[in-house]
């Protein structure tokens, strides 16, 4: 696959009579932070969990690092997810476990460490998700709805994927947390080298953040940069980037950037 990490081809879920998504192509690149948007009902989650083996697909190929996710045989399968992280929404961390037992969950899944290691490996990943050291001994409930966050995208890095999904991560920040998060995830791409596909609303992590944007319109996708998206006439596209939200927010990424937090909308 060369520099695609993720490569999607002729994907089509239903539901009953219901398609949600009708022969749709998509690359990712190795390396590249992609925004997945898209209005509700047009199936962004569904994708993603196709393309972690969680949810199978009607009908197409999803390849991820190298890897047919739905022709792979269970070993395949096992190692594969040893080389990805998922940050579901709001963290879905195992709530009667601490914070250091939940980031050791994929070690004790894919490796065979000893137990001072893994609390060693642990203390880092909550360091570079830039959480207090104390809060590896807390439960999930002793957080707040950013430190959770954090904790769940500490759990992803366990392994040291090479590609990291995340679900709509910053939905129910304030516009002060959403911006550190946004500035966490894009310095841990740079300095980790992670292929980043992020399910997102929030039109300024997509301005911040995103190399490129994937739209789904229409049961396929339309990719490109932001600037050239919001070049684009289809009138979803339209009212998303030049909307009134999207002026709320300083006109999407006119400039370079905008200054709140775009509507949450599922």
């Not at 250091?100 to 990943?125: C, F, G, W, Y």
């Not at 590896?136 to 366990?158: E, V, Y």
């Not at 050239?228 to 950037?257: C, I, K, Q, S, T």
Request: negative net charge; aromatic residues 4%; proline residues 4%.
């Amino acid at each position: 696959m060369g520099d695609v990490a993720i490569r999607i081809r002729g994907l089509t879920t239903r539901f009953g009579t219901q398609v949600i998504h009708d022969g749709l192509d998509l690359d990712v690149r190795r390396g590249e932070v992609i925004g997945v948007v898209g209005g509700s009902g047009t199936g962004k989650s569904v994708m993603l969990r196709e393309v972690i083996g969680l949810q199978r697909p009607s009908g197409g190929s999803i390849d991820l690092l190298g890897t047919d996710v739905w022709s792979a045989s269970t070993a395949e399968l096992t190692h594969l997810r040893s080389r990805i992280g998922v940050l579901f929404q709001d963290g879905a961390l195992f709530s009667s476990l601490t914070v250091t037992e939940n980031i050791q969950v994929p070690m004790r899944e894919h490796l065979t460490l000893s137990q001072s290691l893994m609390d060693e490996l642990a203390m880092l990943k909550i360091a570079m998700v830039g959480l207090p050291p104390d809060a590896g001994s807390k439960l999930p409930s002793q957080l707040s709805g950013g430190m959770r966050k954090r904790a769940g995208l500490a759990r992803a890095l366990a392994l040291d994927p090479d590609v990291v999904f995340l679900d709509e991560p910053t939905a129910g920040l304030d516009p002060i947390g959403a911006a550190a998060f946004d500035r966490l995830i894009r310095s841990l791409q740079q300095s980790l080298g992670l292929t980043v596909f992020m399910v997102t609303h929030d039109l300024d992590s997509l301005a911040a953040i995103c190399d490129r944007i994937a739209a789904l319109v229409d049961k396929r996708v339309t990719v490109g940069t932001m600037a050239e998206l919001m070049e684009n006439d289809h009138p979803w596209l339209v009212e998303y980037f030049h909307g009134p939200r999207a002026r709320a927010v300083g006109g999407g990424a006119v400039g370079g950037g905008a200054t709140g937090t775009a509507s949450k909308a599922d």
